[in-house]
């Protein structure tokens, strides 16, 4: 039988078959490592070749092969002594082919039994005691029962154990788009599980669901993720019995899908992390066995799915169970609201459900770009603008009819292009919104709240780097409201509410700026509290007559330390200043405005995109600057008596009754000389702490222009945030306040003045313009008044 | 590399390495030469947007195509007097890792300098530093100075960098 290796028949050649033997031995000199996957691939392959043969060889390299493939996925009941046996059969395959009698029976049932779960008796000539062949899970894994009956090709739970990921770096690229595309579907999957969870039975929406869960899967097992790969085989069987109704699906079963979906996103963001930086060997992952046993028990049905709550359900009808989330506290109180209230949201959810799916099928148009590549266009788009500009306002231009017709049919074509380009960066928020739909059931659970999130306006458009800036403070946000803003169902009782609270998400577009709202029906912010906690904290002092909104701002002050205000929980404003940093990072304001008792809403402003802002151009002298209009709080041509010398050192300015400091951006920027406040205008603006004034020499008017970033050369310069290319083709310095002031505060520059002020005089000053101070636009009425200034007949009133 | 050649000056060193064309440019009497490679462009003196805080050879930043560079003024750099921008004044354009305007009296021409035209710069005394100077290329009767343009460029930044 073993000399059956002639050219005759379909069979393995001679030389082919020297060759996998020989293999098979080299492999087997140095001690096996069920972790030396490309070892055992290779003897895999030799085997492969001998399974051709006929008779026993044949039959023995088939068991062998199977073994080497069980311990290849980590599926062999008994990978480490299959190891142990691996050289023994090596050598009785080499001795059969060689045409020696061997008796390869023994070993052929030794091979099969550490191969397959199945433990089958120990042949009496074994070296070493059988081990336990099939151990169940020791830790965690509750209620599953060993010796699954599904046997030997598919994976069960009993053989799960934790194995070190071994990953291809040349199979980078691979990963790491399956990393990209498993975001997405995860996504997907948050989405499409609590539209699940509203509607339980719905057959098409757990298809929906199944999908995304089948690619990853797929994908994982081709690139060798086992636990990936198992995780979601795990999900997508459950879904099965679900869409077959052989399984009911229970907010519990959804409980256990987040946890599940969890673990995969902490095993796509640890394999992120090692492709980012690969150390070692092993990709290291976290400990999926306690997830999984609670998986495969739900599949298999052997075990209900240990619930987070152990709250009967008895109470509540099956669907109602379902739609309700349901908390000890909920159940218990009162079923009735509870089985009504969320009943009839789930029509609201498919209508938003709705419109996510034609979102998917517009993606099926759509194509990706590097965003690199979108960047560059808008740079380029940049620059064109600025060169047509420079092309209109040339000479040669306007005395030539037919040139400029062509001209100004160039400048609508460029303008096109720019509005393409920059709309081409343009995402719609939907999808960061639906990613709270996840956050907000989380948190109201823990919370033991009721809690309803509606979103709209998911379908405005924000610049792709704004949207990604935004995500993280708005999931600070939105647990606030969750988890401050919205009382418990009793509480909400007791105020006469509804039980099941709303937290609003909502955006849309206000002039040139965007707003996202979130905005809660809970129990508002406590002005008192709020002003009793800031004059403790030295933010306000007492006396202070604040507007609401320097109020509510309190709340995202950094140092406002939110141990026992407003709520008792950890307090509203946890991480709250690092959202307003956030978001004036992205130049955009928080406002907030609340009523006790009714409710917050947290208004986000931001700008439409990054590259473009407002400005007020200014000039000094012969250079002209830019201050961003968002930090300008209003403009003005002071009056003499408005200004105050403290010392010779610094100069204030009074406005209604508030005494800011003027800073001489001449001297401080070693341009010029300081200018006079009465003959030139003062612009006041917003720094983090204060507010200042600048003075300029004439205010050009307001622009949009292009921001473009100083390089390292020019990061120490204070007071300078960027450069921008005005109109002309000149470049303009953008100012920032808050350096500015730091500037200022630390230079020494001595100003010079005329007449002797001291600071006594700035009571009277005070007092003098608070008698004349009382309509809202004193300056404008006393720049009328006043014609001794040169120049001041200039109408100004436009460029505030 | 070069600063390894450099304070090596006295023994066997190998300058044909630098041979290749040089634009070559002057500057208060004195001719210089820089490495054709590292120009991106030679263009007028422009309006030039003066950024504070910055060193005096630091003119400002400029507007060259819809990016904003920075200009160094040569002159001062080097230690000389700013003399008054006339026609001939250029902004040379190099590259260093980024776009840099260096400020010159005049652009003469590019020269081809071969490798044992190149003297190592001679000892000038402490006063002088010649750490950016890659040598000195003789061409007929005349010595041009050639340029380390990134080393100029580099200590100036580390000049800038210790300002804070």
Redesign the interface.
């Known amino acids: 039988m073993a000399n059956e290796t002639n050219d005759n028949g379909s069979g393995p050649d001679r030389q082919e078959l020297s060759a996998a033997i020989e293999t098979l031995r080299e492999a087997v000199k140095t001690e096996l490592d069920a972790n030396d996957l490309g070892r055992l691939a290779q003897m895999h392959t030799a085997c492969q070749t001998l399974v051709a043969l006929d008779g026993p060889v044949g039959e023995f390299s088939s068991a062998l092969a199977n073994l080497l493939e069980g311990i290849i996925l980590k599926e062999a009941a008994d990978a480490d002594r299959g190891l142990t046996l691996i050289p023994q059969a090596v050598e009785t395959i080499g001795n059969a082919v060689d045409g020696r009698d061997v008796d390869v029976e023994p070993l052929l049932i030794q091979i099969r039994a550490v191969t397959t779960s199945t433990p089958t008796p120990a042949p009496e000539s074994m070296a070493a005691p059988e081990p336990a062949t099939v151990e169940p899970e020791p830790t965690s894994a509750p209620a599953a029962p060993p010796g699954s009956p599904s046997a030997t090709s598919e994976v069960t739970i009993e053989q799960y154990v934790a194995e070190p990921l071994v990953v291809d770096l040349d199979e980078r690229e691979h990963l790491e788009g399956f990393i990209d595309e498993s975001h997405e579907h995860m996504d997907a999957i948050e989405v499409a599980l609590l539209e699940v969870e509203n509607d339980p039975t719905n057959t098409d929406k757990i298809n929906e669901l199944f999908r995304p869960f089948h690619t990853i899967k797929g994908i994982a097992g081709f690139l060798n993720l086992r636990d990936i790969n198992r995780l979601t085989h795990e999900m997508e069987t459950i879904l099965d019995l679900g869409r077959k109704n052989e399984l009911r699906i229970i907010p519990e079963t959804v409980d256990l899908f987040f946890s599940g979906i969890d673990a995969l996103k902490e095993q796509i963001a640890k394999l992120a992390n090692y492709l980012a930086n690969p150390s070692g060997d092993v990709v290291p992952q976290p400990n999926i066995v306690a997830v999984m046993a609670r998986l495969h028990a739900t599949a298999t049905g052997q075990a209900p799915p240990p619930a987070t709550t152990t709250t009967p359900d008895a109470t509540s009808e099956p669907t109602q169970a379902a739609a309700a989330p349901t908390t000890p506290a909920a159940a218990s109180i009162s079923p009735t609201p509870t089985s009504e209230a969320p009943a009839s949201e789930p029509a609201d959810d498919r209508g938003a459900a709705g419109g996510e799916g034609g979102a998917t099928q517009v993606a099926d148009t759509s194509i990706r770009v590097d965003t690199a590549k979108l960047d560059f266009l808008v ?2 788009v ?2 064109l603008v ?2 047509q500009t420079m092309v209109n306002l040339s000479n040669v231009v306007s005395t030539d009819e037919k040139l400029t017709r062509d001209v100004s049919q160039v400048s609508k074509i460029v303008r096109d292009v720019q509005e393409t380009a920059m709309a081409m960066r343009m995402i719609p928020i939907g999808q960061t919104f639906q990613k709270m739909r996840r956050l907000v059931r989380d948190v109201s659970r823990k919370a033991g709240k009721q809690v309803e999130l509606k979103i709209s306006g998911e379908d405005t458009e924000l610049d792709k780097n704004v949207i990604q800036a935004i995500a993280d403070p708005l999931v600070h946000m939105v647990r606030n409201a969750v988890d401050h803003g919205i009382e418990t169902p009793e509480g909400r009782r007791d105020a006469g509410k509804p039980e099941t609270g709303i937290v609003h998400l909502n955006a849309f577009h206000q002039g040139d700026s965007i707003v996202i709202e979130i905005r809660d029906d809970g129990k508002g912010l406590d002005r008192d509290k709020l002003i009793a906690k800031g004059i403790e904290r030295g933010l306000i002092s007492s006396g202070e007559q604040l507007s609401d909104q320097q109020v509510f701002g309190l709340v995202i002050q950094p140092g406002f330390s939110t141990a026992e205000q407003v709520t008792d929980i950890s307090g509203r404003g946890v991480g709250m200043d690092v959202v307003k940093r956030n978001v004036e990072k992205l130049r955009g304001k928080i406002e907030i405005s609340s009523e006790l008792g009714r409710g917050s809403v947290f208004s986000v402003r931001l700008p439409l995109t990054l590259a473009i802002i407002d400005g007020m151009l200014i000039r000094l002298g012969t ?1 002209r600057l830019i201050i961003p209009t968002i930090l300008i709080e209003q403009s003005l041509r002071p009056e003499a008596q408005q200004i105050t010398h403290v010392q010779r050192k610094g100069t204030m300015i009074q406005v209604r009754g508030e005494l800011i400091t003027l800073i001489q951006l001449g001297p ?4 010029s000389g300081p200018i006079d406040p009465t003959e030139g205008s003062v612009v006041i603006a917003l720094t983090e702490t204060q507010k200042i004034g600048i003075v300029v020499d004439e205010l050009i008017g307001q622009h949009q222009v292009v921001i ?1 970033t ?5 990061k ?5 945030s960027g ?1 921008a ?1 005005l109109g002309d ?5 953008i100012l920032e306040p808050t350096g500015l002031l730091a ?1 200022h505060s630390s230079s020494e520059v001595i100003i010079p003045i005329s007449d002797t002020t001291n600071i006594a005089e700035i009571v009277e000053a005070a007092a003098e313009l608070d008698d004349n101070g009382g309509s809202s636009e004193p300056q404008q009425q006393e720049l009328t008044e006043d014609s001794s200034a040169p120049g001041v007949a200039e109408p100004e009133a436009a460029l505030v | 590399m070069t600063t390894a050649m450099l304070t090596d000056q006295a023994g066997t060193m190998d300058l044909s390495a630098h041979g290749g064309k040089y634009l070559t440019f002057s500057l208060a009497e004195e001719e210089y030469g820089l490495e054709i490679m590292k120009v991106r462009e030679i263009i007028g003196i422009m309006d030039i947007t003066a950024v504070p805080q910055m060193p005096a050879h630091v003119k400002g930043v400029i507007n060259l195509r819809g990016k904003v560079i920075p200009v160094v003024e040569l002159r001062l750099k080097f230690g000389m007097e700013s003399a008054e921008y006339t026609e001939a004044t250029c902004v040379i354009v190099v590259d260093v890792g980024t776009l840099v305007g260096i400020i010159v009296d005049t652009v003469q021409e590019v020269l081809n300098i071969k490798g044992e035209q190149i003297d190592p710069p001679p000892p000038l005394g402490a006063s002088v530093d010649t750490t950016f100077i890659l040598g000195m290329g003789k061409v007929k009767e005349e010595v041009k100075i050639l340029l380390d343009i990134d080393k100029v460029l580099n200590e100036e930044k580390a000049l800038a960098a210790e300002e804070v």
């Open positions: 740079d380029a940049g620059e600025i060169a250079e401080l920027f070693g341009f473009k100083l390089g390292e050369r020019f120490q310069a204070k007071g300078i450069a290319i083709g000149h470049v303009g310095l500037l």
